[in-house]
């Protein structure tokens, strides 16, 4: 199989990770050729997952389909890079449920993926802002400008001092409890 990849795909970028999961980058535009003869040929009929690394740097981003084999046995992650403006194919005409993952990466990263037609938002309401995980995204400026602090009010709650309070109450509770238990059966 990784043969017949690398000559029909003219890759050398072929990884075996492990005896189970394997790595191929190809070409954007061959990307859906070689999903196909690996779905049609070589049963992996499951898309697990669609991923997106964001390489600002070189102006790209790293889409990575990950396909399992029908016995659950073999994984393959098959990856293009595209440009980080550029609209991208839908595969959910393949795989019914890439259209929701493809919906995620369109509101997370802003990817735009021509012919899936539910690209609405999915968890973000109203979001106006840079998609959130692309790497321009200033979080500490956008929670400083939009989020309002609990600074004052009486629900504020320091997380480190609350969660030492809880683990002593139920330590105490547990001694009580062993406690009680001893002198019970010291009792009887």
């Not at 003869?37 to 997952?49: F, G, I």
């Not at 393949?94 to 021509?114: C, N, P, S, T, V």
């Not at 998609?131 to 500490?140: A, G, K, N, Q, Y």
């Amino acid at each position: 199989m990784y043969s017949k990849i690398k000559n029909q795909f003219a890759t050398p970028e072929i990884e075996i990770k492990r005896n189970d999961l394997s790595k191929v980058i190809v070409k954007r535009d061959r990307l859906f050729e070689l999903i196909n003869l690996l779905r049609l040929n070589y049963s992996y009929v499951t898309l697990n997952a669609i991923t997106c690394a964001d390489w600002i740097e070189d102006d790209h981003f790293a889409l990575s389909y990950i396909l399992t084999t029908e016995d659950r046995k073999h994984t393959m992650m098959v990856q293009a890079l595209i440009g980080r403006d550029s609209a991208f194919d839908t595969i959910s005409h393949i795989f019914k449920q890439a259209e929701i993952m493809e919906r995620d990466l369109h509101e997370m990263y802003g990817i735009k993926f021509i012919g899936n037609q539910n690209l609405k938002e999915l968890s973000l309401e109203n979001w106006i802002h840079t998609p959130p995980l692309r790497r321009e995204f200033d979080t500490l400026k956008f929670v400083n400008e939009n989020l309002t602090f609990r600074d004052g009010r009486d629900d504020n709650v320091d997380t480190k001092v609350e969660t030492k309070r809880l683990r002593a109450l139920k330590k105490a509770k547990k001694l009580a409890e062993e406690k009680a238990k001893d002198d019970k059966n010291g009792n009887s």
